[in-house]
């Protein structure tokens, strides 16, 4: 019996059970190792390890966790969660259960591209989510905009202090008058042709056989729960509009009592800094709850 599991053992997953293990609890981590940004081979805008490597920030934060003896840590897959307050049990890929009496949830998202050849082979490389991560790198170039959902547009307006900025509307979101004028206002070009492909490294091929090339492309993704467990558990999901993401109270509970949650999987914006955050600050809730079970 572990006082608290925490599914997901990336950035919001490890930075909750630093806080549950200083505490000096007992917890179990379970991780596939499938980090979000896997893709990618620098993460920006984290203070005091800006430009690291993803999987360097990673590994030093699991080396860190292991110098506490309260930590176990489990490599695998969790399959099903069931029980309730008090008396979790979590069944794993291979068959073994283990039990706590409180689960954070930190799993994750997956993401919904355009369905545009090429595009996905390039996520993380040149075609990127979050200009406050990878804008500043592609040195005031050429910066591509492809509308998906209903923050493209945001992200087009913000887009030109990182560079002169073209936004492609790829037949997925028709402009009002009001939006050409702001979109043209803070000198955004407009192209409406649809897109054929992606080539090179950020090169936009369009229907009428046009080429257009930029330094790199971003597309604000659709977001949902990595897995279905949580819904399977009965945890509450709610729309946002970029996706799906669980439902928490102010102490980072989901519906479910007993079961928190953090990071991608409950809160938007995404970025390793805000996990983090997100994670610690779970943590300490999760915490919370242990010595007061009526908070």
């Known amino acids: 019996m572990h006082d608290v599991i ?77 029980g309730e307050i008090g008396m979790f049990r979590v069944r794993t890929d291979m068959g073994t259960d283990f039990t706590s009496h409180r689960l954070l949830l930190a799993t994750g998202v997956r993401d919904e591209l355009p369905d545009i050849p090429g595009l996905a082979e390039r996520w993380g490389k040149s075609v990127f989510h979050c200009p406050y991560c990878h804008g500043y790198e592609l040195d005031k170039g050429p910066i591509a ?33 009001e939006q050409r004028e702001k979109l043209l206002r803070q000198g955004v070009v407009l192209e409406e042709i649809g897109i054929s492909r992606i080539e090179g490294a950020a090169d936009i091929v369009l229907e009428d056989g046009r080429k257009l090339s930029f330094s790199g492309i971003f597309v604000v993704s659709n977001t949902f729960p990595s897995n279905s467990l949580a819904e399977a558990a009965g945890c509450g999901l709610e729309e946002h509009p970029m996706g799906q993401q669980l439902v928490t109270n102010e102490f980072q509970e989901t519906t479910v009592p007993g079961i928190f949650a953090c990071g991608d999987v409950a809160r938007i914006p995404h970025s390793v800094s805000l996990a983090v955050g997100d994670g610690a600050l779970a943590g300490m809730q999760v915490h919370h709850s242990l010595i007061n079970p009526h908070m």
């Open 145 to 177: 905009v492809i509308a998906f959902n209903s923050v493209s547009m945001l992200q087009a307006e913000v887009m030109p202090d990182w560079g002169a900025t073209t936004f492609f509307t790829n037949n997925a979101m028709p402009l009002d008058a």
């Open 6 to 82: 925490v599914v997901g053992g990336s950035y919001a997953g490890m930075a909750a059970a630093l806080q549950l293990l200083r505490a000096r609890r007992s917890v179990l981590v379970i991780d596939a190792g499938e980090r979000r940004n896997r893709f990618t081979e620098r993460a920006h805008g984290f203070l005091g390890r800006d430009g690291a490597n993803p999987d360097d920030i990673w590994q030093e934060g699991r080396r860190q966790l292991a110098a506490y003896p309260d930590l176990t840590w489990y490599e695998g897959t969790v399959q099903e969660i069931s």
